[in-house]
Each structure stands twice: as structure tokens, then as C-alpha cells.
């Protein structure tokens, strides 16, 4: 993504004017602002910020849509290790402006709604509403930088425990098996 300018993206707007004007805001929203977004990461950097970049348009059947760039940098919490991964989410979406859920129905399958009141967006919501789309289900670390690969070396490439290595020192109980044979 180009560098989005250091503004604060607007927290509501009128799209559909937006979108017959062609318009295009970037910007940046603060990661602290999104709450139900907090909830689902370990964390962030004090500050940190998501990098926003909208074009409003209309399409040629002259839906209204909007097109998104994502990026926000976050710690997220390894399913491996259980300990925190920083990693930085990115997202590029395309939504049809709609304001019922009728219109909706009539949008064609590679757009997704952005249901909206006539002249007001929320645009943090639906930023918000994507970065919470783009969360990994199962953040791993690379294999080679999780802080657990110890214990992923002691299993095979196909998950399977790895056999002890032998020693070559004898069982001390292969005296017991052998007085037994001895014994029949």
C-alpha cells in the first residue's frame, strides 16, 4: 500500500456523494478508537494506526461502491507458543453502497454490502467491520521463529512423534526377558 497521509480518515461521510465524485480519502484511523477490534487482537503498539485508502465511484450499471486498502499492524496470539506474534493485517475489498437489505439482495456476488443510511457512513465501522474480516483463524509464527519449534523438531515432517534415538547401551531389563525364556 502507498503511503497514506498521516490525517485522520473522517469518521462519517456521505457516500453516495463521495461516489458520483469520484472521490478518493486516505487517511488513517487509530487503532484505540475500534474497540470491538481491541478485543480480538493481544495488542498493538501505543498509537499504532490503520492506513486507510477509499475510492468512491460508481460502477457502470451506476451502483455506488467503494474501493478499500487495509493495513494496521498488530500482535496477535501464536496458536502454537500461546505467545504474541507481531504481524501486520492487510485487506483490499470492494463494497456495493446500499441502504436495505432488499438493495443488498440485488448486488451481484463480487460485491459485498455496505448498508448505509441516505447520506451518512460510518466509515471507522466498516474499516473496523474488515479488519475483523482479514483476522487469521489460527495465527501461527513461522515455523523457524516460534519460540515452541523445540518441540515441533522432536515430530516428523508428517506430525508423527519421532522415535527415541537408540542407545547403544542394552536394556537392563533384557536380563529379566532373558531369564524368562530360560525358565519355559
Known amino acids: 500500500m502507498s503511503k497514506a497521509s498521516n490525517a485522520e480518515l473522517p469518521k462519517s461521510v456521505d457516500p453516495y456523494r463521495l461516489a458520483e465524485q469520484n472521490t478518493v480519502l486516505e487517511g488513517v484511523i487509530p487503532l484505540s478508537a475500534l474497540a470491538r477490534f481491541r478485543e480480538a487482537v493481544l495488542g498493538f503498539d501505543e498509537g499504532a494506526v490503520c492506513r486507510v485508502r477509499l475510492s468512491f465511484s460508481m460502477d457502470r450499471e451506476r451502483r455506488r461502491i467503494v474501493s478499500g486498502e487495509l493495513e494496521a499492524p498488530v500482535d496477535l496470539e501464536c496458536q502454537r507458543c500461546m505467545g504474541p506474534m507481531a504481524t501486520t493485517l492487510n485487506s483490499r475489498f470492494v463494497l ?89
Open 96 to 184: 456495493g453502497l446500499v441502504t436495505s437489505d432488499e438493495q443488498a439482495q440485488q448486488l451481484p456476488r463480487e460485491l459485498e454490502p455496505f448498508l448505509t443510511d441516505d447520506f451518512s457512513a460510518d466509515l471507522w465501522a466498516m474499516v473496523e467491520d474488515e479488519l475483523l474480516l482479514v483476522l487469521p483463524p489460527f495465527p501461527l509464527h513461522d515455523r523457524n521463529e516460534c519460540p515452541a519449534r523445540e518441540d515441533l523438531e522432536a515430530l516428523e515432517p508428517d506430525g508423527t512423534p519421532a522415535e527415541p534415538a537408540k542407545s547403544g547401551k542394552e536394556n537392563p531389563f533384557s536380563v529379566l526377558a532373558d531369564l524368562k525364556k530360560t525358565k519355559h
